[in-house]
């Protein structure tokens, strides 16, 4: 399904640099020398070179400061080569999150977590979707689960995942119409709210924290987790796994995501639709 998406990425690239003369461009800003974000922005990159739009990554040192990497946003902000700017997280812990986050440019914001474009997308009219929980939607509906009417039960509450996923499927618009509840870490009796999903998305940051008992019978189930787990018996020496222990899950489920290769590929996927968007409504001025 993220090939497919990445195909109609490639097909509206082409026919905006053949009718504009323009090539979507994406900034990745990687700070630090987390291996895990290094992984995840070279994935991106090639995921930019198959559809054809023109990527560069800005590598700061773990040891960069919150200015630096400030001065390096506002440069980019104003770089027309960039439709789009990425910024790879975590931050090194000198760094404030919010403060970067809030200094990229909403009009190049391709993740979608920017203040205004989160108040966009609470209000109804999306600027920019983020990339998981428009990739989450997009696995629905192309898969035929239509959120509407349906009770979605979301466990997480982060900025990236389950509050922006929430605010969308609860919109009343096409994909969505959801009855949503959302779980957190001071959720009380969550295998009492969890049972009553019909469609049920992890993402809380634990293994396995979603058991076979905790979800009904014929439950669509979306992992967003990406759990290491330490494993000798690997070369690495761990091993990936989600939030949803999939062995005593998958047997009650009607539909069920792997870790990985699940929810991954679809937020890249996504990630490369909202960099074509930036860069047509540049064209557009706005």
Do not use: W
Request: a positive charge; one cysteine or more; aromatic letters at 4%.
């Amino acid at each position: 399904m993220a090939k497919q998406v990445r195909g109609e990425v490639a097909v509206g690239v082409a026919e905006l640099r053949q009718a504009r003369g323009v090539t979507p461009g994406l900034a990745a800003v990687l700070a630090g020398d987390d291996p895990a974000s290094a992984i995840y922005v070279r994935n991106k990159r090639r995921a930019c070179d198959e559809v054809g739009m023109f990527s560069e990554t800005f590598p700061l040192p773990a040891s960069a400061t919150e200015a630096q990497v400030l001065a390096l946003i506002e440069r980019l902000n104003h770089d027309p080569r960039f439709h789009g700017i990425l910024v790879q997280l975590p931050l090194p812990s000198q760094v404030r999150e919010e403060a970067v986050i809030e200094a990229v440019s909403p009009v190049k914001d391709v993740d979608g977590i920017h203040p205004f474009n989160l108040g966009k997308l609470a209000q109804g009219s999306p600027c920019f979707i983020p990339g998981t929980p428009a990739g989450v939607q997009q696995l629905l509906l192309r898969h035929g689960y239509d959120p509407a009417g349906r009770h979605v039960v979301i466990c997480g509450r982060s900025n990236i995942v389950g509050k922006p996923l929430a605010m969308l499927l609860m919109q009343r618009q096409a994909g969505a119409n959801a009855t949503v509840t959302v779980c957190h870490t001071r959720t009380k009796n969550l295998s009492d709210l969890t049972r009553q999903a019909d469609i049920l998305v992890a993402a809380i940051g634990q293994p396995r924290a979603i058991t076979g008992d905790m979800v009904r019978d014929g439950v669509v189930v979306i992992d967003v987790g990406i759990n290491r787990v330490e494993d000798p018996a690997r070369k690495q020496g761990y091993r990936l796994e989600g939030d949803v222990d999939f062995q005593s899950v998958a047997p009650k489920a009607e539909a069920i995501t792997p870790v990985p290769g699940g929810v991954g590929p679809m937020t890249i996927a996504m990630l490369l639709a909202n960099t074509l968007t930036a860069a047509k409504r540049s064209l557009a001025g706005r």
